[in-house]
C-alpha cells in the first residue's frame, strides 16, 4: 500500500541499516499506526505535493523525520495556529495539526477551541494516551481518575479535576463538521481509525469543512506495561471514560465552503490596500552603521509609561527599514500604565536580524532613574548610553569604554510648550551621539511614521534638532 514516508529515516543511524526503516516510537506505541494511517490517507488522496503536517512539542514531534510533505514545527501548543495560518496563506495546501493530550488539551486548549469554532478546512489529529509521554510521564488533562503518574504518584483524585473529554467538547463547537474517536487495540479499531483519519483529510480535500479525530492511543512506557497489557488498559480503561464513536458528523450532503481569499504577496499591492505611500523612501545613509556594530546594532529604549520610550522605538526601527536594513522592535510593557519600566528592545541589521531581543545592547536610552538602574549595566562595552539628564542624576557603574550622554530631554521638551516631545528630543540626541542614520533618515521617518499634520510635522522636527544641537554643544567633541 503506498504511503507518503520517506524511504529511509536520516534521523536513525545515518540512514543505514534496518533502523534507517523503522521509526524511534517505542514499542507497542500508537503514534507509528496514527501516522501511517495518515500518511496512507495522503498517498490515496493524491495531495502529498501540497500538504503541510504541523508538529508541535511531545512525541508528536518527530513527525517530519517520517512523512514526506511539508512540515513546520509549532511552539508548544500552538499547532493550530500554524495550521490556520497555513492554510490562509494557501488555501490550495492541505494542512494537517497532529497533537498530543498534553499539548492540545493543556497548554493549547485556547487555540484548539479557537481554531475549532473557526471552522476552517483543516484536520486535527489529536492522540490521547492519558499521559505526558515524552517529559516524564506527568499527568494530563486526560489522565483517569486514580492513575497513577509522576505527578500524582497516589492517583488522580477529584481536587486534580476529572478527565477532559476532548472530542465531546469539539463536538459541541459550531465550526467542526466531523469528529469522531477511534482506537489502536485492536484489528477491528484500527481499521475504524484509518477510515476516520481518511474521511478527515478527504472532507478537507474536498473543502468542506473543519475535522477532528481523537485516537485513544497506547504508551507502555509510561503506564509501565508491555505492549499486549497496554492495549488491554486502553481498551478496558479508557474506553469506559472516552466512549468511542462518531461525536459530530454534519457532512451529509454538505456543500464546500466559500473559498477563502487568496493573499497577495505583491508588495506593492498591499501598500496599496492599507494606504501605505506610493513611492519608496529616499535613502540617506552611506553604508551600514559599522562604527556601532559589524552588522547588527542593538538598541534598547527604556523609559516609563508615557515617556514615549515604544515610539521612539518603532520610529528608529521603520528608520533602519528605509535604508533598506532588517529591522525589528519588541516592545516590553511593565505592570503600571504609569510609573515602573517600559522598554522597547530594537535591531537594525545589515542583511538579517537573528534574534530580535537586546540584552546587551549597544546602545541605550533611557528616560527615567528606575531605568537607569536596571538597564545601565548591560550596556555591551565600548557602547553608548543617552539619557534624560533632566529626571536621572546619577549614572551607576557601566562596561569598560561606555560612552554617556546626558541630555535634558524634558527641558528641551517643555521649552518647546510640548513635555510630551521628549521621546522626539531623545532622537535627536541619539543622532548626535551614535549617528546611527543622518538627520535626514529620522527627518523622513518622522514624515512617514507620524501625523502627517502640518503643525505637528514642523514642532517634531524643531525637538529632533533641538535634542542634535544640545547634545552637540554638551559635548563638542563629538564628530558630525
Not at 514516508?5 to 523503522?22: I, M, N, V
Not at 478527515?200 to 479525530?213: D, H, P, R, S, T
Not at 519600566?341 to 537586546?358: G, I, K, M, N, R
Request: proline content about 8%; hydrophobic content about 40%.
Amino acid at each position: 500500500m503506498s504511503t507518503v514516508f520517506y524511504e529511509t529515516f536520516e534521523r536513525h543511524a545515518h540512514a543505514e541499516g534496518l533502523k534507517a526503516h523503522s521509526t524511534h516510537y517505542c514499542p507497542g506505541c500508537g503514534h507509528g499506526l496514527a501516522q501511517k494511517y495518515l500518511s496512507q490517507a495522503l498517498a490515496e488522496l493524491g495531495v502529498q505535493d501540497r500538504t503541510v503536517a504541523v508538529s508541535p512539542v511531545g512525541c508528536s514531534v518527530f513527525m517530519y523525520y517520517y512523512l514526506d510533505v511539508g512540515n513546520t514545527q509549532a511552539a508548544h501548543g500552538r499547532a493550530p495556529a500554524v495550521a490556520l495560518g497555513h492554510k490562509l496563506a494557501n488555501p490550495d495546501s492541505i494542512v494537517v495539526s497532529y497533537q498530543g493530550d498534553g499539548d492540545l488539551a493543556s497548554i493549547g486548549l485556547a487555540e484548539i477551541v479557537s481554531a475549532s469554532q473557526l471552522g476552517l478546512p483543516i484536520t486535527v489529529i489529536f492522540i490521547n494516551n492519558g499521559t505526558y509521554g515524552m517529559t516524564g510521564g506527568q499527568m494530563a488533562p486526560t489522565t483517569l481518575m486514580g492513575q497513577k503518574t509522576a505527578t500524582s504518584p497516589d492517583g488522580r483524585t477529584a481536587l486534580m479535576g476529572q478527565p477532559m473529554k476532548v472530542a465531546e467538547t469539539i463536538a459541541g463547537l459550531d465550526g467542526p463538521v466531523y469528529v469522531e474517536r477511534v482506537a489502536l487495540f485492536d484489528n477491528k479499531q484500527r481499521a475504524r481509525a484509518r477510515k476516520a483519519i481518511k474521511k478527515a483529510v478527504q472532507l478537507q480535500v474536498e473543502g468542506k469543512g473543519y475535522a477532528f479525530i481523537e485516537v485513544l492511543s497506547e504508551c507502555p512506557i509510561q503506564l509501565k506495561m508491555d505492549p499486549k497489557d497496554a492495549e488491554k488498559w486502553v481498551k478496558e480503561r479508557m474506553v469506559e471514560v472516552f466512549p468511542l464513536g462518531v461525536k459530530k458528523d454534519v457532512t451529509q450532503d454538505l456543500e464546500p465552503l466559500p473559498e477563502l481569499p487568496r493573499p497577495s504577496f505583491d508588495p506593492d499591492a498591499l501598500l496599496q490596500q492599507i494606504g501605505g505611500p506610493s513611492s519608496k523612501p529616499p535613502q540617506h545613509a552611506q553604508g551600514f552603521p559599522r562604527h556601532l556594530a559589524e552588522d547588527d546594532v542593538s538598541i534598547k529604549f527604556a523609559g516609563s509609561g508615557g515617556d514615549g520610550a515604544q515610539t521612539a522605538a518603532l520610529l528608529v526601527t521603520r528608520a533602519g527599514l528605509q535604508e533598506g536594513f532588517d529591522a525589528t522592535h519588541i516592545p516590553s510593557y511593565g505592570p503600571e500604565s504609569r510609573g515602573g519600566t517600559s522598554y522597547a528592545d530594537v535591531h537594525v541589521a545589515e542583511t538579517e536580524v537573528l534574534s530580535p531581543a537586546a540584552p546587551r545592547p549597544h546602545v541605550l536610552v533611557v528616560f527615567n532613574s528606575p531605568s537607569m538602574k536596571k538597564f545601565a549595566s548591560t550596556v555591551a562595552p565600548g557602547g553608548t548610553l543617552v539619557y534624560d539628564s533632566t529626571v536621572v542624576t546619577e549614572v551607576p557603574p557601566v562596561a569598560e569604554g561606555v560612552r554617556c550622554y546626558g541630555v535634558p530631554f524634558t527641558e528641551i521638551a517643555m521649552e518647546l510648550g510640548k513635555p510630551i516631545l521628549k521621546n522626539v528630543v531623545s532622537l535627536g540626541a541619539l543622532q548626535a551621539a551614535t549617528r546611527i542614520f543622518p538627520e535626514e533618515t529620522f527627518l523622513t521617518a518622522f514624515e512617514r511614521g507620524l501625523k502627517p499634520d502640518p503643525k505637528i510635522q514642523e514642532i517634531n522636527r524643531q525637538a529632533f534638532r533641538q535634542g542634535v544641537e544640545v547634545c552637540r554643544k554638551l559635548y563638542p567633541d563629538l564628530k558630525r
